[in-house]
Structures are given as structure tokens and as C-alpha cells.
């Protein structure tokens, strides 16, 4: 069973900085892509950041320069670091993968971004 489970969300001033971590179950880093949503308030899941079983990163537009996805195999984590957050960025940020042709979800967790 494919579980992921994100922990690192809380409260951060604008301008801080952040990491979020994500413990994946079931399936190995080592053989499968990882990425990062996010859903603000009342709007759609966003892609935010991926990385390939190879260790590649790919972008969304508005993570580029300021975020950055990096993973642990031997761990099995994926991490999400965001720095010179902005109120923006408040949001619940979700870990993702896929095996199989099914993809899979974590909770959530809370980032939120105010002074």
C-alpha cells in the first residue's frame, strides 16, 4: 500500500523560509517521480515542483528562484524548500506520486504565509 505522509507546515513571516518534508511507503524514490500541489483557499490543485527517480527537478513558474525539491533515498523522503515566502504562497501544500498508472496523495499540510 502507497502511502505518503507530509509533515513541515506552519506559520512563517513573509520573507522566511520553509521546509516541508514528505515520507513516501509502499513504492521506492529510487523507481518513481515525486512532486509537490498546492491549493489556496477555494482555488484548484497547482503544481508546484517535481523530481524524476533520477534526481531531475522541474518548475512551475512561480517556484522558480525560490523553491526547490530535493529528495533522500535512503530515506524515502521528498523534500520541498521554499525560501522569500510571500502571503501568496499560503496554502495547503500536497505531496504527490503515481506507480502503476495510479496516482497517490497525501494529506496535506498548512503553510501559511502572514505577519
Known amino acids: 500500500q502507497v502511502q505518503l505522509v507530509e509533515t513541515g507546515g506552519r506559520w512563517v513571516q513573509p ?3 520553509l521546509t516541508l518534508s514528505c515520507v513516501v511507503s509502499g513504492i521506492s524514490l ?3 517521480a515525486a512532486a509537490w500541489y498546492r ?3 477555494g482555488q484548484q490543485r497547482d503544481y508546484v515542483i517535481s523530481i524524476t527517480s533520477q ?3 522541474h518548475y ?3 517556484a522558480k528562484g525560490r523553491f526547490t525539491i530535493s529528495k533522500d533515498n535512503a530515506q524515502n523522503t521528498v523534500y520541498l524548500q521554499m525560501n522569500r515566502l510571500k502571503p501568496d504562497d499560503t496554502a495547503v501544500y500536497y505531496c504527490w506520486t503515481m506507480t502503476a498508472g ?3 496523495w497525501g494529506q ?3 503553510v501559511t504565509v502572514s505577519s
Do not use: V
Open 102 to 104: 495510479q496516482e497517490y
Open 60 to 62: 512551475s513558474d512561480f
Open 39 to 41: 491549493q489556496l483557499p
Open 30 to 32: 529510487n523507481d518513481h
Open 15 to 17: 520573507g522566511g523560509s
Open 108 to 110: 496535506g499540510t498548512q
Open 55 to 57: 534526481g531531475f527537478a
